[in-house]
Protein backbone atom coordinates (compact mmCIF):
# COMPACT_ATOMS: atom_id res chain seq x y z
CA UNK A 1 0.00 0.00 0.00
CA UNK A 2 0.94 3.69 -0.14
CA UNK A 3 0.35 6.48 2.49
CA UNK A 4 -0.53 10.05 0.37
CA UNK A 5 -0.73 13.11 1.93
CA UNK A 6 -2.33 16.29 0.31
CA UNK A 7 -2.28 19.55 1.18
CA UNK A 8 -4.08 21.83 1.65
CA UNK A 9 -7.38 19.72 3.28
CA UNK A 10 -9.80 22.26 2.72
CA UNK A 11 -9.84 25.86 1.41
CA UNK A 12 -12.13 29.13 0.69
CA UNK A 13 -11.31 30.63 -2.38
CA UNK A 14 -12.56 33.78 -4.48
CA UNK A 15 -13.08 33.78 -7.95
CA UNK A 16 -10.85 33.80 -10.60
CA UNK A 17 -7.92 32.91 -8.30
CA UNK A 18 -5.85 29.84 -8.47
CA UNK A 19 -4.91 27.54 -5.89
CA UNK A 20 -2.37 24.82 -6.03
CA UNK A 21 -2.79 21.57 -4.24
CA UNK A 22 0.26 19.26 -3.53
CA UNK A 23 0.43 14.87 -2.77
CA UNK A 24 3.50 13.51 -1.31
CA UNK A 25 3.47 10.07 -1.14
CA UNK A 26 5.47 7.72 1.00
CA UNK A 27 7.31 5.59 -0.99
CA UNK A 28 8.12 6.16 -4.89
CA UNK A 29 5.86 5.57 -7.51
CA UNK A 30 5.59 5.79 -11.10
CA UNK A 31 2.30 6.62 -12.48
CA UNK A 32 -0.24 9.07 -9.47
CA UNK A 33 -3.37 10.45 -10.93
CA UNK A 34 -5.23 13.24 -10.36
CA UNK A 35 -9.45 13.11 -9.64
CA UNK A 36 -12.03 15.70 -9.01
CA UNK A 37 -15.30 14.48 -7.25
CA UNK A 38 -17.88 17.10 -7.10
CA UNK A 39 -20.71 17.28 -4.64
CA UNK A 40 -22.68 14.04 -4.57
CA UNK A 41 -20.97 12.59 -7.57
CA UNK A 42 -18.61 9.83 -8.44
CA UNK A 43 -14.61 10.62 -9.11
CA UNK A 44 -13.91 11.75 -12.53
CA UNK A 45 -10.04 11.15 -13.25
CA UNK A 46 -8.65 14.52 -14.31
CA UNK A 47 -5.47 13.43 -15.66
CA UNK A 48 -2.25 10.58 -15.10
CA UNK A 49 0.94 12.23 -14.26
CA UNK A 50 3.93 10.12 -14.88
CA UNK A 51 7.54 11.52 -13.66
CA UNK A 52 10.00 12.83 -16.21
CA UNK A 53 7.20 13.35 -18.67
CA UNK A 54 3.88 15.76 -19.61
CA UNK A 55 0.55 14.88 -17.69
CA UNK A 56 -2.43 12.55 -19.51
CA UNK A 57 -5.23 14.68 -19.35
CA UNK A 58 -8.67 13.27 -19.61
CA UNK A 59 -11.74 14.36 -22.47
CA UNK A 60 -13.13 17.21 -20.93
CA UNK A 61 -10.34 18.77 -19.01
CA UNK A 62 -7.21 20.90 -20.50
CA UNK A 63 -3.61 21.70 -19.19
CA UNK A 64 -4.13 25.28 -19.00
CA UNK A 65 -6.88 25.04 -16.64
CA UNK A 66 -5.35 22.00 -14.63
CA UNK A 67 -1.49 22.61 -14.68
CA UNK A 68 0.26 19.76 -12.73
CA UNK A 69 3.71 19.13 -12.06
CA UNK A 70 5.53 15.86 -11.45
CA UNK A 71 8.99 16.76 -10.23
CA UNK A 72 9.50 13.11 -8.91
CA UNK A 73 8.92 9.87 -7.81
CA UNK A 74 7.40 10.86 -4.54
CA UNK A 75 5.46 14.27 -5.33
CA UNK A 76 2.78 16.08 -7.66
CA UNK A 77 1.19 19.16 -7.85
CA UNK A 78 -2.62 20.17 -9.22
CA UNK A 79 -2.79 23.40 -9.84
CA UNK A 80 -6.82 24.79 -10.17
CA UNK A 81 -6.43 28.04 -12.04
CA UNK A 82 -8.43 31.10 -12.63
CA UNK A 83 -11.49 29.43 -10.55
CA UNK A 84 -15.28 29.67 -10.72
CA UNK A 85 -18.25 28.33 -8.14
CA UNK A 86 -18.26 25.60 -10.48
CA UNK A 87 -14.31 24.13 -9.37
CA UNK A 88 -15.83 23.50 -5.97
CA UNK A 89 -14.70 20.01 -5.57
CA UNK A 90 -13.14 17.87 -3.60
CA UNK A 91 -9.26 16.78 -5.41
CA UNK A 92 -7.82 13.71 -4.57
CA UNK A 93 -4.37 12.71 -5.35
CA UNK A 94 -4.12 8.68 -6.12
CA UNK A 95 -1.10 6.74 -6.78
CA UNK A 96 -0.78 2.75 -8.58
CA UNK A 97 0.51 0.13 -6.42
CA UNK A 98 0.08 -3.84 -7.33
CA UNK A 99 -2.30 -2.79 -9.47
CA UNK A 100 -4.49 -1.40 -6.99
CA UNK A 101 -5.24 2.61 -6.60
CA UNK A 102 -4.87 4.21 -3.49
CA UNK A 103 -6.12 7.73 -2.39
CA UNK A 104 -4.96 10.83 -0.17
CA UNK A 105 -7.47 12.37 2.34
CA UNK A 106 -8.35 14.46 -0.96
CA UNK A 107 -8.54 18.50 -0.54
CA UNK A 108 -11.95 20.00 -0.28
CA UNK A 109 -12.27 23.36 -2.00
CA UNK A 110 -15.12 25.88 -1.68
CA UNK A 111 -15.07 28.73 -4.61
CA UNK A 112 -17.26 31.92 -3.65
CA UNK B 1 -15.43 0.87 -23.05
CA UNK B 2 -15.43 -0.34 -19.64
CA UNK B 3 -18.01 0.57 -17.35
CA UNK B 4 -19.32 0.11 -13.64
CA UNK B 5 -23.18 0.06 -13.22
CA UNK B 6 -23.87 0.21 -8.94
CA UNK B 7 -27.65 -0.29 -7.59
CA UNK B 8 -28.84 3.35 -6.56
CA UNK B 9 -29.54 4.51 -3.46
CA UNK B 10 -29.72 5.39 -1.13
CA UNK B 11 -29.89 2.11 1.04
CA UNK B 12 -31.40 2.56 4.62
CA UNK B 13 -31.12 -0.09 6.83
CA UNK B 14 -31.76 -0.97 10.64
CA UNK B 15 -28.28 -2.13 12.76
CA UNK B 16 -27.76 -6.12 12.60
CA UNK B 17 -29.60 -6.03 8.92
CA UNK B 18 -27.68 -7.94 6.35
CA UNK B 19 -26.26 -5.85 3.29
CA UNK B 20 -26.06 -6.12 -0.58
CA UNK B 21 -25.12 -3.63 -2.79
CA UNK B 22 -25.09 -4.77 -6.62
CA UNK B 23 -22.53 -3.63 -9.07
CA UNK B 24 -21.91 -5.25 -11.71
CA UNK B 25 -19.32 -4.32 -14.94
CA UNK B 26 -18.84 -4.33 -18.64
CA UNK B 27 -14.81 -4.53 -19.77
CA UNK B 28 -13.03 -6.09 -22.73
CA UNK B 29 -10.19 -8.03 -21.35
CA UNK B 30 -9.88 -9.33 -17.72
CA UNK B 31 -10.20 -6.64 -14.87
CA UNK B 32 -9.29 -5.94 -11.33
CA UNK B 33 -12.83 -5.25 -9.25
CA UNK B 34 -13.04 -3.46 -6.16
CA UNK B 35 -14.58 -1.75 -3.68
CA UNK B 36 -13.71 1.96 -1.81
CA UNK B 37 -15.70 3.03 1.09
CA UNK B 38 -15.45 6.92 1.74
CA UNK B 39 -17.05 7.74 5.34
CA UNK B 40 -18.46 11.53 5.74
CA UNK B 41 -15.94 14.01 5.55
CA UNK B 42 -13.40 12.10 4.34
CA UNK B 43 -11.33 10.70 1.57
CA UNK B 44 -11.94 7.18 -0.51
CA UNK B 45 -10.19 4.06 1.37
CA UNK B 46 -9.60 0.69 -0.33
CA UNK B 47 -12.27 -2.04 1.48
CA UNK B 48 -11.70 -4.91 -0.10
CA UNK B 49 -10.17 -6.25 -3.81
CA UNK B 50 -10.66 -9.40 -6.30
CA UNK B 51 -8.20 -9.60 -9.08
CA UNK B 52 -9.49 -12.37 -10.85
CA UNK B 53 -12.54 -14.53 -11.36
CA UNK B 54 -13.83 -16.62 -8.56
CA UNK B 55 -11.52 -14.64 -6.05
CA UNK B 56 -13.32 -13.34 -2.60
CA UNK B 57 -12.22 -10.20 -1.32
CA UNK B 58 -13.10 -9.28 2.51
CA UNK B 59 -12.38 -7.20 5.09
CA UNK B 60 -14.39 -5.75 8.08
CA UNK B 61 -16.90 -8.10 7.82
CA UNK B 62 -17.30 -7.20 4.36
CA UNK B 63 -17.13 -9.49 1.46
CA UNK B 64 -17.71 -9.30 -2.49
CA UNK B 65 -17.07 -12.24 -5.20
CA UNK B 66 -15.90 -11.64 -8.52
CA UNK B 67 -17.94 -13.35 -10.74
CA UNK B 68 -17.04 -13.62 -14.66
CA UNK B 69 -20.04 -15.08 -15.51
CA UNK B 70 -22.55 -12.63 -14.46
CA UNK B 71 -19.93 -10.04 -14.76
CA UNK B 72 -20.51 -9.02 -10.82
CA UNK B 73 -18.84 -7.94 -7.85
CA UNK B 74 -21.98 -7.62 -5.25
CA UNK B 75 -21.02 -6.26 -1.78
CA UNK B 76 -22.27 -7.97 1.16
CA UNK B 77 -22.20 -8.10 5.23
CA UNK B 78 -23.84 -10.11 7.09
CA UNK B 79 -24.89 -7.18 9.92
CA UNK B 80 -24.39 -3.44 9.65
CA UNK B 81 -23.37 -0.76 12.07
CA UNK B 82 -24.17 2.54 12.46
CA UNK B 83 -20.56 3.32 11.36
CA UNK B 84 -20.70 1.16 8.47
CA UNK B 85 -22.77 4.46 6.95
CA UNK B 86 -20.72 5.29 4.24
CA UNK B 87 -20.73 5.74 0.47
CA UNK B 88 -19.73 2.66 -1.38
CA UNK B 89 -17.77 2.95 -5.04
CA UNK B 90 -17.35 -0.01 -6.81
CA UNK B 91 -14.57 0.07 -9.25
CA UNK B 92 -12.47 -1.85 -11.90
CA UNK B 93 -9.22 -1.59 -12.90
CA UNK B 94 -7.44 -2.81 -15.98
CA UNK B 95 -3.90 -2.26 -17.76
CA UNK B 96 -4.04 -1.72 -20.80
CA UNK B 97 -0.69 -0.29 -21.74
CA UNK B 98 -1.62 2.82 -19.34
CA UNK B 99 -3.66 1.78 -16.02
CA UNK B 100 -6.96 3.41 -15.57
CA UNK B 101 -9.64 2.65 -12.91
CA UNK B 102 -13.14 3.27 -13.63
CA UNK B 103 -15.61 3.81 -10.98
CA UNK B 104 -19.23 3.54 -10.33
CA UNK B 105 -21.64 6.16 -9.54
CA UNK B 106 -21.33 4.90 -5.64
CA UNK B 107 -24.19 3.97 -3.34
CA UNK B 108 -25.07 5.75 0.15
CA UNK B 109 -25.63 3.44 3.25
CA UNK B 110 -27.70 4.75 6.21
CA UNK B 111 -27.58 2.36 9.31
CA UNK B 112 -30.42 3.26 11.79
CA UNK B 113 -29.68 2.78 15.24
Known amino acids: SAVISQKPSRDICQRGTSLTIQCQVD?????MFWYRQQPGQSLTLIAT?????????ESGFVIDKFPISRPNLTFSTLTVSNMSPEDSSIYLC?????????FGEGSWLTVV | GDSVTQMEGPVTLSEEAFLTINCTYT??????LFWYVQYPGEGLQLLLK?????DKGSNKGFEATYRKETTSFHLEKGSVQVSDSAVYFC????????????FGAGTRLFVKA
Open chain 2, 50 to 54: ATKAD
Open chain 1, 94 to 102: SVEAGNTIY
Open chain 2, 27 to 32: ATGYPS
Open chain 1, 49 to 57: ANQGSEATY
Open chain 1, 27 to 31: SQVTM
Open chain 2, 91 to 102: ALSEDTGGFKTI
